[in-house]
């Protein structure tokens, strides 16, 4: 999947291109976000498009953010659907990321 | 022919022919555009939709009138769950209910067609096994009709109660496949779907405070599609709404295998997890260990729950509020999981702090017990739970470590009753009691009979009564008259209006007025010429569906429900038995004529109980068949017993059995319907028995049989000696012999010898030869009874007369107002 990179400043804005991210594509978003997790590490996932995501899903955005930690960066959420935040909540994984609600409010957060 | 129940209702439309005028185009219109059929070309089913489609707009109209209403007055909100609801057929009660019975039946009639007859054509949705679904299906009757907020919640199964068939006498099972033809009555609600994860893992991490954080992984995911069905009140200015879940599978969750090029795996996926509401389970089938079944409830559980907690958020924002707005009554522990689901969207969603979660968990869910017998308590092993809910095991196990660290302090050095009140059984292997979760998770835990609640309280759960003495309650069952008198039994609702007024079919203790015409001549000739008309139904009945003339003025002596031990249909069985060799051997005839009637079904994998289907038809054929006795004694079984059968086989019985062992039958609701429609109860002290002798007297009344005291004393004194009732009694000894004699059996020797052993041994639970003579004894002063006619119509008017107890009205009255602390727009004064 093309993974679109804009740069805030030093904050990279990755957007999620589908609208669901599941058991189907969840491999490809992890093969294509490598490139975008090496030479970043202040990353910000625009999610506005995503409308369903499955344990799959979660579980690669997990390892992009445990990629980040591990080389002290981090990966901040924005643009959830109700649906989608929901499945986060469901799953305790709302409070493993920070999450908000807009990319402004996202890429400001990485300021403070 | 129109009833009163309709003119009286109906007089109060001023332009009736316009009224009608009205419908044929509605049920025209239904015809054409909904289901897409021309007028010269549609078949009996579809002018039954068409009908259905019509009545379903005016629900439409009084529902989203009822919604708004209570959005603007956001009163409390009853949430009750059930894994059963057994409705039954709706179109009928449906018309009553609105008022609206006459107007159809002439619109049906200037179409040249009859109304009955379209209402016959529709196919019962056998959503349950027996009592505790219908219970459900008449609490939403009540609902409706008393103005309660309610929503009830289940399961759309696809394949409802499995339909009977009699081959050589043995039970055959087949499909009900209600949902094949669609419904007309369900709405679909895709758009309001939610999602549901099972399975799965536990990753334990911290969180981004550095808490403890357990996430939920690689679980798999369901999709719940609700589809509403409408309940009408009586009288028409509320309706209810029933929400029955159907499972989907997401595409995603095929779509992997699909894409690894497994397309067969991938389709057998999508159906495993549409399996989910595929079935429902029949009772008495060993579904503890069932996985499905697991999943089934958490289903339940988990898409009801987002339904609540996402309308109890479109209008508050603190979940301090919860309890305050929202009620959930848990119809046995079949959806005991809320607890543990409704403190992990708390706890893990809302982020709520543990203690406080709990207080409004405890505080918003209350728990109906309809089970005596420890053994069939719900239990899951803890291995099967950890595969398919892993989050919900590790907050059990929380909870269980609180109310243990909370009893240990008040029963420090009992270690035993902390064992039993424990959540987690120590067995091997280890098992999750899901009454022990209802009971500390609820604030309220209530029986559905007196002498039930008593036993609860002294035998099923004492340490929890000693903890929480406030926490139980009792809820006497209760039935709608609506359903079960003015629906099934029109005669008699017409002659009981025309005798006192329509009050009874609001406030059922209205019957009361009847006591004083009970020993008036004309008004028994009346109720004994309704009671002959629905007998002589019933016959052509039994004639049609079991090949067996039966005559209408023989006592019709009735015995429907589920086919049980604990029922103890064998008791019946040898009571007939007795009663013919008496007359073959011994020459002494019965008091008069006597049709005894069994109903009901067996549960697929029960062996007794369909030893017991069998056994009732082979006496039959026995006894039908031998000129010597079929005078005086025929026996009948009519097959698939569901609720359409049983609204024209109750308002025909003479007498109402309800035999079970004292101490076994939580409330019995046959009872209840039998008595309603006039039928004399032969029966034991047990469940609502009890209740019904307080209410019509010893005098109107049959009992006999042991008390719950008494088998208590003979079980704990292990005093039982079966033996010694056939050593003092040669006629009981020539019952139980005629089961080895192959009397009964000729054909296949051997075939009931298990059944001597049985009630010879003296671990006997259900005491037959105990409870016999005195039985036999009842039945002979019940026959001796109704030879004398203007007695026995006396007694039947009385317990007509008597039954305003018994309302669903009631029931649910005492729920609300004792235990979700709401009140509806009728009882609010």
Not at chain 2, 11 to 22: C, E, G, I, K, Y
Not at chain 2, 256 to 274: L, P, T
Not at chain 2, 495 to 509: A, F, K, P, Q, V
Not at chain 2, 742 to 771: M, R, T, Y
Request: hydrophobic share 40%; charged share 25%; proline share 4%.
């Amino acid at each position: 999947m093309e993974i679109a990179v804009d740069n805030v400043g030093s904050v990279a804005v990755a957007t999620v291109p589908v609208d669901e991210l599941d058991a189907s594509n969840a491999a490809e978003f992890k093969r294509d976000m490598a490139p975008v997790l090496q030479t970043n590490t202040r990353l910000v996932l625009d999610l506005s498009r995503l409308r369903f995501v499955d344990s799959s899903g979660l579980g690669a955005m997990l390892s992009c953010l445990r990629q980040l930690s591990s080389k002290s960066g981090d990966l901040k959420l924005c643009g959830m659907s109700k649906q989608v935040r929901g499945l986060f909540e469901l799953v305790r994984m709302h409070r493993i990321f920070d999450i908000y609600g807009t990319k402004e409010e996202a890429v400001h957060a990485f300021k403070h | 022919m129109p009833s009163n129940t309709e003119s009286a209702a109906e007089a109060r439309n001023p332009a009736t022919s316009d009224l009608v005028s009205a419908i044929q185009d509605s049920i025209a219109r239904h015809v054409r555009y909904s289901l897409g059929k021309s007028w010269n070309d549609f078949s009996c089913r579809d002018l039954f939709d068409a009908v259905a489609l019509s009545v379903r707009d005016r629900l439409v109209d009084i529902w989203l009138e009822t919604d708004e209403r209570f959005r603007r007055d956001d009163p409390k909100r009853i949430n009750y769950l059930s894994i059963e609801f057994l409705i039954g057929q709706s179109l009928g009660n449906h018309l009553h209910n609105l008022g609206i019975r006459g107007l159809y039946r002439q619109a049906m009639s200037n179409f040249g067609a009859d109304l009955e007859a379209v209402e016959e054509s529709e196919e019962d949705a056998a959503l349950g096994n027996g009592g505790l679904g219908r219970l459900a299906a008449c609490f939403l009757d009540s609902f409706a009709t008393l103005g309660i907020p309610a929503c009830g919640y289940g399961i759309n199964y696809e394949y409802g109660l499995f339909k009977q068939e009699i081959d050589s006498g043995y039970q055959v099972e087949k499909p009900d496949n209600w949902l094949a033809q669609s419904t007309p009555w369900e709405i679909p609600r895709p758009e309001e779907a939610c999602l549901v994860p099972v399975y799965g893992r536990i990753e334990h991490g911290v969180d981004r405070k550095g808490a403890y954080n357990p996430m939920w992984m690689d679980w798999r995911v369901l999709i719940g599609v609700p589809h509403d069905m409408l309940i009408s009140g009586y009288g028409g200015s509320t309706v209810a709404r029933l929400r029955l879940y159907a499972a989907r599978s997401s595409r995603e969750f095929d779509m992997q295998i699909f894409n690894d090029g497994d397309y067969f795996k991938a389709v057998e996926q999508k159906i495993a997890s549409e399996t989910i509401s595929k079935v429902l389970y029949p009772s008495d089938a060993v579904i503890a260990g069932r996985e499905l079944r697991l999943v089934q409830e958490y289903f339940l559980v988990a898409c009801a729950m987002r339904d609540i907690v996402r309308r109890f958020e479109q209008g508050h924002a603190k979940f301090q509020e919860f309890s305050a707005k929202v009620a959930l009554q848990l119809n046995d522990t079949h959806p005991a999981l809320a607890v543990a689901e409704l403190m992990r969207i708390l706890v893990d969603e809302k982020e709520l702090e543990w203690e406080e979660a709990w207080t409004i968990t405890q505080a918003t869910l209350g728990y109906t017990n309809h089970t005596l017998a420890p053994e069939a308590l719900e239990k899951w092993p803890v291995s099967l739970f950890e595969t398919v809910l892993p989050r919900h095991l590790q907050i059990i196990y929380e909870i269980n470590r609180r109310f243990l660290d909370r009893i240990s302090v008040t029963h420090q050095a009992d270690v035993e009753r902390i064992r039993r009140m424990s959540i987690i059984e120590e067995s091997a292997p280890k098992q999750v009691r899901m009454a022990n979760l209802a009971i500390v998770g609820s604030h309220s835990i209530n029986g559905v009979s007196e002498i039930h609640t008593e036993l609860v309280k002294s035998s099923l759960a004492p340490d929890f009564y000693q903890l929480f003495p406030e926490k139980f309650n009792n809820k006497t069952n209760g039935i709608t008259q609506r359903r079960w008198l003015l629906k099934a039994n029109p005669a008699l609702a017409n002659l009981i209006n025309s005798t006192i007024g329509e009050r009874w079919l609001t406030d059922l203790y209205g019957l009361r007025e009847l006591e004083s015409h009970a020993a008036d001549t004309s008004f028994q000739a009346e109720f004994q010429k309704v009671k002959r008309s629905n007998k002589e139904k019933l016959a052509k009945i039994i004639q049609d569906t079991a090949r067996l003339k039966v005559d209408p003025d023989s006592l019709f002596d009735i015995q429907v429900k589920r086919i049980h031990a604990y029922k103890r249909q064998l008791l019946n069985v040898m009571h007939i038995i007795d009663e013919y060799l008496c007359l073959v051997e011994d020459g002494r005839q019965p008091a008069g004529p006597k049709t005894y009637i069994f109903a009901g079904k067996a549960a697929p994998g029960f062996w007794y109980a369909k030893q017991m289907i069998k056994l009732i038809h082979n006496v039959g054929r026995v006894v039908n068949n031998d000129s010597r006795a079929s005078q005086w004694i025929k026996v009948a079984f009519i097959p698939d017993y569901r609720v359409s059968l049983a609204e024209k086989i109750i308002p025909a019985a003479d007498l109402s059995e309800q035999i079970s062992t004292a101490g076994t039958e939580a409330s019995g609701t046959g009872n209840m319907k039998l008595a309603l429609n006039g039928a004399v109860t032969i029966g034991t002290l047990d469940g609502a028995n009890i209740e019904i002798l307080q209410e019509v007297g010893g005098e109107n009344i049959f009992i006999f049989g042991l008390k719950v005291t008494e088998i208590r004393a003979i079980r704990e004194q292990k005093s039982y000696r079966p033996w010694d009732y056939c050593a003092r009694n040669p006629r009981v000894k020539r019952v139980v012999d005629s089961f080895s004699s192959n009397l009964f059996c000729p054909q296949e020797p051997g075939l009931f010898a298990w059944i001597s052993a049985s009630v010879l041994d003296a671990k006997d639970e259900h005491f037959h030869l105990a409870d016999f003579t005195p039985y036999v004894n009842a039945q002979d002063k019940s026959g001796n009874t109704f030879r004398d006619r203007v007695r026995w119509a006396r007694m039947a008017i009385l317990n007509v007369a008597r039954m305003g107890k018994f309302s669903s009205d009631r029931t649910v009255t005492e729920y609300a107002r004792e235990i979700w602390g709401v009140k509806g727009s009728r009882f609010a004064d």
